[in-house]
């Protein structure tokens, strides 16, 4: 089953307009019959940061790259939309996510997500190679990434074949922690991501991780301690401080951050009702043992790189 193809009366922006409302950044559109081609749009607006560089793709394009969005194609859904792989005609794989028509906030996380990923460039974040916004189309082009998130990979269930040995687990905290502080230091406005989660983290082949999806993300200004907003994000890796006063720094992703390192290095998501329930929260089973941690009695003839995989066991009994 695939999915239809473009409406027969399509509306093109006619204008874009871009403004700051209380230290958010908001996009209006305002449309018309009759045409106006989505590159004239971007170059019309090239004072948005970043736009200007991004390649426009036609509809054509990527319903011809993802056989029509064909449901064998799919790799993956989130709250604005779904994610497929594609081929483009000179041969390179790509990622297309597709953002629901019908979601107002998907718009608004579309246009986020493209002024913020469009300019900055680093390892451990995912590379945005373009979009379409053709009629009423948003969609989205990235890199592909072959062995998607950690979601399905390492706390999937055993779907996958990769061997997470306790390397390869550290090389992934450190990616992660890499990519954050390379929005939380160096990209100038600072970059919050709000979203850091065991989905939002992608792996190359070579199992380098990849931080995806940044429809959430705000800027936070050098001469800002936090901004006022809305509380967005994952439960279960909510920052309690945030969730309550809608305060955000760069300390909300910290936390995220926190919860997903438990997650790596236990092998299981943070929260699972399937488990008894003194054992279904990832965060309450660490704080009854973080209490015991210093009375594990480890061989001593143990490594360093061992340890954590003893703990990982001991979590788990």
Known sequence: MCLPGSS??????????????????????????????????IQKHGDIPGVENVRIYTYKELRSATEDFCLTNKIGEGGFGSVFKGKLKDGTVVAIKVLSSESRQGVREFLNELTVISSI???????????????????????????????????????????????????????????????????????????????NILLDKDLTPKISDFGLAKLLPANMTHVST??????????????????????????????LLLEIVSGRCNTNTRLPYEDQFLLERMHHFSSRVYSLNLPTHLSKTNIPEVLIQRTKN
Not at 20 to 35: L, P, S, V
Not at 242 to 248: E, K, P, S, T
């Open 8 to 41: 027969t009366a399509s509306f093109n922006i006619k204008r874009l307009i871009w403004f700051n409302c209380r230290g958010m950044t908001c996009f209006f559109f305002t449309c018309k019959k009759r045409d106006t081609s989505a590159k004239q749009i």
């Open 121 to 199: 460039v680093h390892e451990n974040l995912v590379t945005l190679y373009g979009c379409c916004v053709e009629g009423d189309h948003r969609i989205l082009v990235y890199n592909y990434l072959e062995n998607n998130s950690l979601a399905q990979t390492l706390l999937g269930g055993g779907r996958s074949d990769i061997q997470f040995s306790w390397r390869t687990r550290c090389k992934i905290c450190i990616g992660v922690a890499r990519g954050l502080a390379f929005l939380h230091e160096e990209v100038r406005p600072h970059i919050v991501h709000r979203d850091i989660k065991a989905s």
């Open 230 to 259: 809305r509380v967005a994000g994952t439960i279960g890796y909510l920052a309690p401080e945030y969730a309550v006063r809608g305060q955000l720094t760069r300390r909300a992703d910290i936390y995220s951050f926190g919860v």
